[in-house]
């Protein structure tokens, strides 16, 4: 999937406001935590690369602070990021959140936000941007108005590349012929006034595009298909934390699972799960196959296998568990303790490896249908969000020790001798 569009950084300066300035009628912010994510067109190269999509990223990073940390952070994942002169911008668009948090409140509250950007003007970067594509990659455009998507830029692309996916926030010309925009209702109404599906279609139509996507908060997804017909995804959220990314990750949502066969209103029906998933959780987060998986509604012939563990350096021992495990059912689903939960339960010197790279190596191994992360010490409630119909756990475990036996079914998988993280670390020593 190649991504290209507005880079940012988000930064996050979290703390309490019990005060009111004496100075104006403001809160006054004391700092707690501060850090920074992928925003802008790198979030949805990152909510890409989750749904195990090979990604590259094309966009504008200053040569300044804030670019290094955007770099730094790309080199942390597997996204395709080839920083060339033509990229350069005068300033990287860093958005900076000051959020208030508590441990009383289920909710963030934002106190303010600071943008600090500059517009990107480079009259080589489309130049430089059409040598390096290929004609039949799909294209998502992470358009936030900051200058790098250009009506030049969507012409050139659209003279030889239909397939293209668009997150608008210019004139709706500036996409004509492409296959998807996605506004978001406000966007929409701006351009069209009140939706309804049928003046939706004729504003389709009037642009040429195949697939006219509107976002509604919680009103969940409408969708204008090529052949006129509507569908509304409508959404149950049980709590609204923060909406900051959520159209970063729908459009990563749509482009994948058209790119992997599914029909349009499959697509969005997935992609609401995501963005319902996402806006459920704090700051900007990058959506996990299981945020699509895990609120469907399995039949129990799907025969779910769930199978946990950290898998710090993978062997033979994990190999024949995880083989053992795919023939247990028709879907298999690993778990994987996150770095802050392994390292709760093993040290401060543990793991080796990082999540990412931990995710990442047992999806190459291609035995697990998703791989996903979890934070807290047992899987018990991812567990019971997914419902397994069976459990498969290695080792000297009797069936009452596993976590979820009073779940699902429980098959015990023996130990493979001679194959062990903590042996490995002790030999390397």
């Given amino acids: ?41 790198a979030n949805v190269a990152n909510n890409c690369s989750h749904l195990r999509m090979p990604t590259t990223l094309f966009g504008a990073v200053g040569y300044d602070r804030s670019g290094d940390i955007v770099k730094d952070l790309l080199k942390q994942t597997y996204i395709d990021f080839h920083y060339l002169p033509w990229m350069a911008c005068a300033k990287t668009t860093t958005k ?182 996402v806006v459920s959780r704090a700051g900007v987060v990058p959506v996990d196959m299981l945020d699509i998986m895990g609120h469907v509604t399995y039949d129990f012939d799907d025969d779910i296998v769930f199978t946990n563990g950290v898998f710090d350096i993978l062997h033979e021992g994990h190999k024949q568990l995880l083989k053992f495990a795919k023939e247990q059912g028709k879907k298999l689903v690993v778990g994987i303790n996150s770095d802050a939960s392994v390292k709760r339960l093993k040290g401060a010197d543990r793991p080796i490896n990082k999540q990412a790279h931990r995710k990442m190596m047992l999806e190459m191994l291609g035995i697990a249908d998703v791989v996903t992360i979890f934070d807290d010490d047992t899987p018990m409630q991812l567990i019971k969000e997914l419902r397994p119909n069976i459990i498969v756990k290695g080792g000297d475990y009797e069936i009452d020790e596993v976590v979820g036996h009073e779940i699902a079914h429980v098959e015990i998988f023996p130990t493979v001798e001679g194959y062990s993280t903590t042996r490995i670390i002790e030999e390397t020593k």
């Avoid at 390096?132 to 030889?160: A, C, F, Q």
Wanted: aromatic residues 10%; glycine residues 6%.
């Fill in 1 to 41: 999937m190649i991504v290209i569009g507005d880079i940012m950084l988000d930064r996050w300066i979290e703390g309490s406001a019990k005060r009111i300035s004496p100075e104006a009628p403001i809160p006054i912010l004391q700092e707690h935590n501060q850090h920074e994510t992928l925003g802008g067109a």
């Fill in 96 to 277: 900076t959140r000051f959020v208030e948090t508590s441990m009383q409140f289920p909710f963030i509250k934002h106190v303010m936000r600071w943008d600090d950007e500059a517009e990107f003007i480079n009259k080589f970067f489309t130049d430089g941007l059409m040598q390096r594509l290929l004609t039949d990659e799909p294209i998502i455009i992470s358009d936030y108005n900051k200058g790098v998507v250009t009506k030049e830029l969507m012409d050139r692309l659209h003279s030889w590349n239909h397939y293209t996916f668009i997150d608008p926030k210019q004139h709706p010309e500036t996409y004509r012929g492409a296959f998807l925009v996605k506004p978001n209702m406000k966007e929409y109404v701006e351009w069209n006034g009140r939706f309804d599906p049928k003046s939706a279609d004729e504003f389709r139509k009037k642009y040429h595009w195949n697939n006219l996507v509107v976002t509604d908060s919680d009103n969940g997804i409408h969708l204008v298909d090529e052949n006129g017909l509507y569908f509304h995804a409508t959404t149950e959220c049980a709590g609204v934390v923060d909406v900051a990314g959520a159209g970063d990750t729908v459009i990563a949502i749509l482009a994948w699972a058209v790119t992997q066969g599914w029909d349009m209103v499959e697509a969005v029906q997935m992609a609401n799960r995501g963005a319902t998933s």
